[in-house]
């Protein structure tokens, strides 16, 4: 079993639309979660840190569910630029081990 | 802001080539990773160092070997490049150990072995 696994899409939403990603993972001991973004060709970049209480930075809501093991992404009022895969990551424990899940394709259709 | 360059971005080398990917770091960062992306399989982790001169396997280190002479480069090398080895490469670091949120990526390199 992958330690990240997330459904690999694609979803394709209106513009203006809300979408949600989910992503379980499997070690319970997992201290800190991340949400990255991907564009096409490009490099991953950090989109937000998920914490335990949930977060949310501008139209981009994240929440940790520990007894169900699962990370969300939400995304509100979706513009074309949001576009892009989404990578849902896990930090084990231990140094070495952060996970990457396969990413969720997004496109935001005009 | 923190840069992770890789020195090439599209590479096409031929099968049993030795090949050199290069990485380097322009902040001090003590944690340096390659990790290889393929479709459906995600990022998987190849090779890390936490020090100079120092290296740990990760999950996937058959068939590859690294080396880092300097804290700033890290070398990822494909000893004999095989054609299940075409993948885009990636190269990240971190200021230290537990330091997560600083972990940055290069803009990858693309290898296609023939």
């Known amino acids: 079993r992958k330690e990240v696994e997330q459904d690999p899409g694609p979803f394709n939403v209106p513009e203006g639309a809300t979408v949600a990603f989910n992503c379980t993972y499997s070690?319970?001991?997992?201290?800190?979660f991340f949400w990255y973004r991907q564009d096409c060709r490009k490099e991953p970049k950090l989109l937000m840190s998920?914490?335990?209480s949930g977060n949310e930075d501008g139209r981009f809501t994240a929440q940790l569910n520990r007894a169900s093991q699962y990370i969300s992404l939400l995304i509100r009022d979706s513009k074309l630029s949001d576009s892009a895969t989404y990578l849902c990551?896990?930090?084990?424990?231990?140094?070495?081990?952060?996970?990457f899940g396969t990413g969720t394709r997004l496109t935001v259709i005009p | 802001d923190v840069k992770v360059t890789q020195s090439s971005r599209y590479l096409v080398k031929r099968t049993g080539e030795k090949v050199f990917l290069e990485c380097v770091q322009d902040?001090?960062?003590?944690?340096m990773f390659w990790y290889r992306q393929d479709p459906g399989l995600g990022l998987r982790l190849i090779y890390f160092?936490?020090?100079?001169?120092?290296?740990e396997k990760g999950d996937i280190p058959e068939g590859y070997s690294v080396s880092r002479e300097k804290k700033e480069r890290f070398s990822l090398i494909l000893e004999s490049a095989s054609t299940n080895q075409t993948s885009m490469y990636l190269c990240?670091?971190?200021?230290?150990?537990?330091?997560?949120?600083?972990?940055?990526f290069g803009s990858g390199t693309r290898l296609t072995v023939v």
């Open positions: 990240a670091s971190s200021p230290r150990q537990g330091a997560w949120y600083g972990y940055t």
């Open positions: 070690n319970s001991a997992s201290q800190s």
């Open positions: 998920v914490y335990s």
């Open positions: 990551v896990a930090l084990g424990t231990g140094a070495n081990n952060l996970f």
């Open positions: 902040m001090d960062h003590e944690n």
């Open positions: 160092s936490y020090d100079v001169k120092m290296k």
